[in-house]
Protein backbone atom coordinates (compact mmCIF):
# COMPACT_ATOMS: atom_id res chain seq x y z
CA UNK A 1 0.00 0.00 0.00
CA UNK A 2 2.55 2.54 0.80
CA UNK A 3 4.23 1.72 -2.61
CA UNK A 4 1.49 2.62 -3.91
CA UNK A 5 1.03 5.72 -2.47
CA UNK A 6 4.75 6.38 -3.05
CA UNK A 7 4.15 5.56 -6.85
CA UNK A 8 0.51 7.96 -6.96
CA UNK A 9 2.65 11.11 -5.12
CA UNK A 10 5.43 10.81 -7.86
CA UNK A 11 3.23 10.51 -10.96
CA UNK A 12 1.32 13.07 -9.37
CA UNK A 13 4.65 15.79 -8.78
CA UNK A 14 5.40 15.17 -12.68
CA UNK A 15 1.93 15.58 -13.92
CA UNK A 16 1.41 18.75 -11.80
CA UNK A 17 4.78 20.03 -13.36
CA UNK A 18 4.37 18.86 -16.93
CA UNK A 19 3.92 21.50 -19.69
CA UNK A 20 0.88 19.66 -21.03
CA UNK A 21 -0.98 19.73 -17.76
CA UNK A 22 -0.27 23.39 -17.06
CA UNK A 23 -2.14 24.06 -20.33
CA UNK A 24 -5.24 21.78 -19.47
CA UNK A 25 -5.84 23.54 -15.68
CA UNK A 26 -5.06 27.14 -18.02
CA UNK A 27 -6.51 27.01 -20.70
CA UNK A 28 -8.95 23.59 -20.79
CA UNK A 29 -7.72 22.25 -24.17
CA UNK A 30 -9.68 19.97 -25.19
CA UNK A 31 -6.84 17.85 -27.75
CA UNK A 32 -4.04 15.16 -27.09
CA UNK A 33 -1.34 16.03 -24.25
CA UNK A 34 -4.43 16.79 -22.45
CA UNK A 35 -5.90 13.72 -22.82
CA UNK A 36 -2.68 12.45 -21.83
CA UNK A 37 -2.08 14.41 -19.02
CA UNK A 38 -5.48 13.51 -18.06
CA UNK A 39 -4.57 9.53 -18.32
CA UNK A 40 -1.81 9.93 -16.28
CA UNK A 41 -4.16 11.68 -13.20
CA UNK A 42 -6.66 8.92 -13.85
CA UNK A 43 -3.92 6.11 -13.29
CA UNK A 44 -2.50 8.09 -10.06
CA UNK A 45 -6.49 7.96 -8.55
CA UNK A 46 -7.06 4.56 -9.66
CA UNK A 47 -3.86 3.49 -7.43
CA UNK A 48 -4.80 5.32 -4.34
CA UNK A 49 -8.54 4.72 -4.45
CA UNK A 50 -10.35 2.62 -6.86
CA UNK A 51 -13.61 2.74 -5.68
CA UNK A 52 -13.33 6.69 -4.53
CA UNK A 53 -11.97 6.81 -8.23
CA UNK A 54 -14.34 5.03 -10.48
CA UNK A 55 -17.69 7.16 -8.29
CA UNK A 56 -15.82 10.26 -9.35
CA UNK A 57 -15.48 9.59 -13.03
CA UNK A 58 -18.76 8.12 -12.92
CA UNK A 59 -19.86 11.73 -11.91
CA UNK A 60 -18.69 13.18 -15.10
CA UNK A 61 -17.14 16.36 -13.83
CA UNK A 62 -14.38 18.20 -11.81
CA UNK A 63 -10.38 17.35 -13.66
CA UNK A 64 -12.16 14.51 -15.13
CA UNK A 65 -13.97 16.21 -17.54
CA UNK A 66 -12.34 18.99 -19.71
CA UNK A 67 -14.33 19.95 -22.55
CA UNK A 68 -14.46 16.53 -24.66
CA UNK A 69 -12.04 14.84 -22.55
CA UNK A 70 -13.42 12.06 -20.36
CA UNK A 71 -12.43 9.11 -18.57
CA UNK A 72 -13.48 5.33 -18.93
CA UNK A 73 -12.34 2.29 -17.50
CA UNK A 74 -13.17 -1.45 -17.52
CA UNK A 75 -12.03 -5.18 -16.23
CA UNK A 76 -9.24 -6.39 -17.84
CA UNK A 77 -10.75 -9.88 -17.30
CA UNK A 78 -14.77 -9.92 -18.09
CA UNK A 79 -14.17 -6.59 -20.46
CA UNK A 80 -17.64 -4.87 -18.82
CA UNK A 81 -17.02 -0.95 -18.21
CA UNK A 82 -17.15 -0.04 -14.85
CA UNK A 83 -16.59 3.79 -15.22
CA UNK A 84 -17.43 6.25 -17.90
CA UNK A 85 -17.55 10.11 -17.97
CA UNK A 86 -19.57 10.66 -20.95
CA UNK A 87 -23.25 11.78 -20.27
CA UNK A 88 -24.24 10.24 -23.50
CA UNK A 89 -22.71 6.72 -22.98
CA UNK A 90 -24.25 5.94 -19.34
CA UNK A 91 -25.64 3.33 -20.58
CA UNK A 92 -22.07 1.42 -21.32
CA UNK A 93 -21.83 0.97 -17.84
CA UNK A 94 -21.59 -3.07 -17.02
CA UNK A 95 -21.67 -3.82 -20.37
CA UNK A 96 -18.78 -5.08 -22.40
CA UNK A 97 -16.70 -3.05 -24.11
CA UNK A 98 -15.67 -5.90 -26.73
CA UNK A 99 -19.20 -5.49 -28.06
CA UNK A 100 -18.39 -1.86 -29.43
CA UNK A 101 -18.19 -1.28 -32.73
CA UNK A 102 -18.51 2.52 -34.33
CA UNK A 103 -21.19 3.76 -37.12
CA UNK A 104 -18.78 2.15 -39.81
CA UNK A 105 -18.85 -1.10 -38.04
CA UNK A 106 -15.05 -1.42 -37.02
CA UNK A 107 -14.95 -3.37 -33.92
CA UNK A 108 -12.98 -0.58 -32.09
CA UNK A 109 -14.41 -2.46 -28.55
CA UNK A 110 -12.10 -5.14 -29.38
CA UNK A 111 -8.84 -2.62 -29.37
CA UNK A 112 -9.99 -1.42 -26.41
CA UNK A 113 -10.20 -4.51 -24.31
CA UNK A 114 -6.55 -5.81 -26.47
CA UNK A 115 -4.81 -2.88 -24.63
CA UNK A 116 -5.58 -3.24 -21.68
CA UNK A 117 -3.87 -6.63 -21.68
CA UNK A 118 -0.48 -5.25 -22.47
CA UNK A 119 1.36 -4.48 -19.64
CA UNK A 120 0.72 -1.60 -16.89
CA UNK A 121 2.50 1.17 -18.42
CA UNK A 122 2.25 0.30 -21.92
CA UNK A 123 0.13 2.85 -23.90
CA UNK A 124 -1.97 2.00 -26.68
CA UNK A 125 -3.64 4.29 -29.34
CA UNK A 126 -7.15 3.42 -30.53
CA UNK A 127 -9.12 5.62 -32.98
CA UNK A 128 -13.11 5.04 -33.75
CA UNK A 129 -16.17 7.03 -34.44
CA UNK A 130 -17.98 8.07 -30.89
CA UNK A 131 -20.16 10.20 -29.56
CA UNK A 132 -19.08 13.37 -27.73
CA UNK A 133 -20.58 13.98 -23.93
CA UNK A 134 -22.01 17.27 -25.76
CA UNK A 135 -23.40 16.14 -29.01
CA UNK A 136 -24.86 12.25 -29.63
CA UNK A 137 -23.76 12.12 -33.09
CA UNK A 138 -20.39 10.50 -34.15
CA UNK A 139 -17.17 12.24 -34.12
CA UNK A 140 -13.57 10.40 -35.09
CA UNK A 141 -11.81 10.06 -31.55
CA UNK A 142 -8.57 8.94 -30.86
CA UNK A 143 -8.25 7.05 -27.07
CA UNK A 144 -5.01 5.97 -25.15
CA UNK A 145 -5.57 3.44 -22.87
CA UNK A 146 -3.51 1.53 -20.65
CA UNK A 147 -3.72 -1.11 -17.80
CA UNK A 148 -3.97 -0.14 -14.16
CA UNK A 149 -2.90 -2.24 -11.66
CA UNK A 150 -4.46 -6.02 -12.06
CA UNK A 151 -7.86 -5.50 -12.55
CA UNK A 152 -8.60 -2.75 -14.87
CA UNK A 153 -7.80 -0.77 -17.70
CA UNK A 154 -8.38 3.33 -18.17
CA UNK A 155 -8.52 5.18 -21.20
CA UNK A 156 -8.98 9.01 -22.17
CA UNK A 157 -9.42 10.27 -25.35
CA UNK A 158 -9.93 13.52 -27.16
CA UNK A 159 -11.97 14.16 -30.27
CA UNK A 160 -10.64 15.48 -33.47
Known sequence: ???????????????????????????????????????????????????????????????????????????????????????????LLGQDVRTLKDATGKAFGQEIYAAGQKPEGEITEVSYLFAKPTDPKPAAKTSFVTRVDDDFACGVGYYK
Do not use: H, W
Open 1 to 91: MLRKIIIAAASGAVLALSPAAFAQQTEGLANEPAAKAMLLNVVTEVKVNREQAFDMFNQGGGRFLNGDIYVFCNNVGNGKFVAMGNANAKE
